[in-house]
């Protein structure tokens, strides 16, 4: 059985784990609130370390990240597991099946290497929680980059600092799903407190190791949809990770009411100057803020950069920010 890395042994006998924000201490034989990582001998196993939940090879736009790598192939892969307790009632990737069967096993190098194998461009983190699978999921980052393959994450964020500093090196992407602005939210749909300490790690990773990340919100009517919420949402995204950050809106569910609160957070992320704004759409172009040229067009499941040369529209001269080469600008001074 495999061990933690994420790992810190206690005066009295118990650990901790240092993957998630939970940070669990565990007496031996007790197991996380994850369900996946629990004590024995002194340290923690790990019950999902190289189990896959779910595979597929399809389009980078699929994980929305739309301004990351456009019309490229990427692997998605993932485990089994949730931080957050609403998501274990929710999730579909929730426990490993009993059946031995059904248990999947795939080391990290050889899924960096079937994603060079189908022309894959990248590999995306992108079922179950990467925290949850902190050391697998650092594995599977440094063997895709070792194959030259771009990484992302998609993730709620709920990492501790101490996995994101090993992330981080290795990361070029993430795609943050963002439950709302507010305690009540998150107690709602995620189930979790300090969901704001989520906004300190994510500003850190981008602005430290220079990974692009987009938003996504699902709005759920009378929960996350608090007009003064929405407003901290988005100037939190302007100030802290830019106003060229895409931010995808989404109905949480069925319903008039749904409908209507996605589109008042649409109308207040573009009062807050963000730049892209995303909703559920089919065949969702990208248009310059400066002149509305076509920057990207989204047709049939399919991506093409129409209107940029050199980095620039080939219109105005306006500079989008897209991510589109696995070397990392140089590192700014802190």
Same mark, same amino acid.
């Given at each position: 059985m495999q061990t933690a890395h994420f790992v810190t042994p206690t005066d009295d006998g118990r650990v901790r784990c240092e993957a998630c924000l939970w940070r669990c201490e565990l007496h031996p034989e007790q197991t996380g609130r994850c369900h996946m990582r629990v004590a024995r001998n002194g340290t923690l196993e790990l019950l999902n370390y190289g189990l896959i939940s779910g595979a597929n090879v399809g389009s980078i736009e699929e994980h929305r990240l739309w301004h990351f790598f456009p019309d490229t192939l990427v692997l998605g892969i993932g485990s089994w597991g949730y931080a957050f307790p609403a998501d274990q009632e929710r999730g579909p990737y929730t426990a490993i099946p009993a059946d031995p069967a059904k248990q999947r096993s795939l080391p990290a190098e050889k899924a960096a290497a079937f994603a060079l194998k189908q022309l894959c461009r990248g590999v995306v983190w992108a079922y179950g929680d990467p925290a949850v699978s902190a050391e697998y999921t650092l594995e599977l980052l440094r063997a895709s980059r070792a194959a030259s393959r771009y990484t992302a994450l998609v993730t709620t964020g709920y990492m501790t600092s101490e996995t994101l500093e090993q992330f981080g090196p290795y990361l070029d992407g993430l795609a943050l799903d963002m439950r709302g602005f507010g305690d009540s939210a998150y107690q709602r749909l995620a189930g979790a407190p300090h969901w704001d300490v989520i906004l300190e790690s994510v500003a850190r990773i981008k602005h430290r190791w220079q990974v692009h990340i987009e938003v996504?919100?699902?709005?759920?009517?009378?929960? +996350?949809? /608090?007009?003064?919420?929405? !407003?901290?949402?988005?100037?939190?995204? #302007? #100030?802290?990770?830019?106003?060229?950050?895409?931010?995808?809106?989404?109905? $949480?569910?069925?319903?008039?009411?749904?409908?209507?609160?996605?589109? #008042?957070? =649409?109308?207040?992320?573009?009062?807050? $100057?963000?730049?892209?704004?995303? $909703?559920?759409?089919?065949?969702?172009?990208?248009?310059?803020? !400066?002149?509305? +040229?076509?920057?990207?067009? !989204?047709?049939? $499941?399919?991506? =093409?950069?129409?209107?940029?040369? /050199? @980095?620039?529209? +080939? =219109?105005? @001269?306006?500079?989008?920010?897209?991510?589109?080469?696995?070397?990392?600008?140089? !590192?700014?001074?802190?």
């Open positions: 996504t919100t699902r709005m759920h009517h009378g929960v +996350n949809d /608090d007009p003064q919420e929405l !407003r901290a949402l988005t100037a939190w995204i #302007r #100030r802290a990770l830019g106003e060229q950050t895409p931010w995808h809106i989404l109905p $949480g569910d069925a319903g008039v009411e749904t409908a209507a609160a996605v589109f #008042r957070a =649409r109308r207040i992320g573009l009062d807050a $100057g963000l730049h892209y704004i995303y $909703g559920i759409e089919p065949e969702q172009h990208t248009h310059c803020p !400066r002149c509305s +040229n076509t920057l990207i067009t !989204r047709s049939k $499941g399919v991506s =093409r950069v129409v209107g940029i040369s /050199d @980095g620039q529209c +080939n =219109r105005c @001269g306006f500079q989008p920010y897209l991510r589109t080469s696995i070397f990392k600008p140089r !590192r700014p001074q802190e």
